[in-house]
């Protein structure tokens, strides 16, 4: 089981990705505080990384590690792509071999993201159904030898890197005091809560997930981490199971104070809803938190909400569908 994430590593991440990772605008919608009751809501507005996802910061991070332990390593990753969009960038910046394994319900835009950066030294693969399948086979290649797998959010490296999104949150508004997060394998959510809980413990933090992909809202609700079925979703970039090792179990349970769940009509309202009104391209996954605002589900009333929108990497099909 790899090792726990602590604030050293954190700190040592935001010095790592300097020039690298952008930090990030935290928008006021005055919208979603007059539709919630919140006092205020800001969007912390990650899809505007240069990779299009938060993915670039753990990514990054536990890339530059990698190269200068082991500079002439071949790596390994799997993903259903913003993860290997932003493991492909860290590997042509360090000029390291990589292999992509992505299953095949990748979403279409993603796979075509992650092709066009294919190189000599950049490989993209299909493999299996979906991202579990590529996630055990990058395990196996790791286990033999073959090369370094660069997780997803199974790795302190990886999930100090994405802590760096609720540093960002707390320097540019100490007054908030709810954050919500998309959870899809855990990393961004516990890395942010690594932090946060540190420095201001009374923040309250939710963490969503599609009702076709609920593996961390199971635990929650049940305690099991056994593997469950997976149902297509629009937010395909969340989707998929947790490995039953994965570290993201444990920060989440500590860390974490509620996980709740959204149906696909919802996520695409909240899609709609960006495009209409701050007129902004995101991804299913990245809307979770918006769509988590609708009435009755949370009690937001008079408290100032981060909610982070995750990644703009969608297909024009999908956005078709969604507006149609």
């Not at 286990?143 to 999930?159: E, K, L, R």
Request: hydrophobic share 45%; aromatic share 4%.
């Amino acid at each position: 089981m790899p090792r726990m994430p602590t604030l050293a590593d954190v700190n040592a991440a935001r010095a790592r990705l300097h020039g690298i990772a952008l930090h990030t605008p935290l928008e006021p919608s005055r919208e979603l505080g007059e539709a919630t009751g919140a006092a205020e809501v800001r969007l912390k507005r990650e899809e505007v990384q240069p990779t299009g996802a938060f993915k670039t910061r753990g990514a990054h991070n536990m890339v530059a590690i990698v190269a200068e332990q082991s500079p002439a390593a071949a790596l390994v990753t799997a993903s259903s792509g913003n993860h290997g969009i932003a493991v492909a960038t860290a590997a042509v910046r360090h000029d390291m071999r990589l292999t992509v394994l992505v299953g095949r319900s990748v979403s279409p835009a993603k796979l075509e993201r992650l092709r066009a950066l294919e190189t000599n030294r950049i490989t993209v693969e299909l493999t299996g159904s979906d991202t579990d399948d590529a996630e055990a086979e990058a395990r196996r290649r790791d286990d033999a030898g073959h090369a370094i797998y660069i997780p997803p959010y199974n790795d302190a490296d990886v999930i100090a890197g994405q802590a760096t999104v609720g540093v960002e949150i707390l320097e540019d508004w100490p007054e908030v005091d709810t954050i919500v997060v998309p959870i899809g394998g855990g990393g961004l959510i516990a890395g942010i809560g690594l932090w946060v809980k540190a420095v201001k413990p009374s923040v309250q933090l939710i963490g969503v997930q599609p009702s076709a992909s609920p593996p961390m809202y199971a635990y929650f609700e049940t305690g099991t981490v056994d593997a469950m079925p997976i149902a297509p979703t629009i937010a395909d970039g969340v989707a998929g199971n947790i490995e039953r090792t994965s570290i993201t179990w444990k920060l989440c349970r500590r860390l974490v104070d509620e996980v709740v769940v959204i149906e696909e009509e919802e996520i695409a309202q909240a899609m709609r809803w960006a495009l209409e009104v701050p007129h902004l391209l995101l991804e299913g996954s990245a809307v979770l938190g918006i769509a988590a605002l609708r009435p009755g589900l949370l009690d937001l009333a008079g408290r100032n909400v981060a909610i982070v929108t995750t990644g703009r990497n969608v297909s024009l099909e999908t956005v078709r569908g969604v507006v149609g």
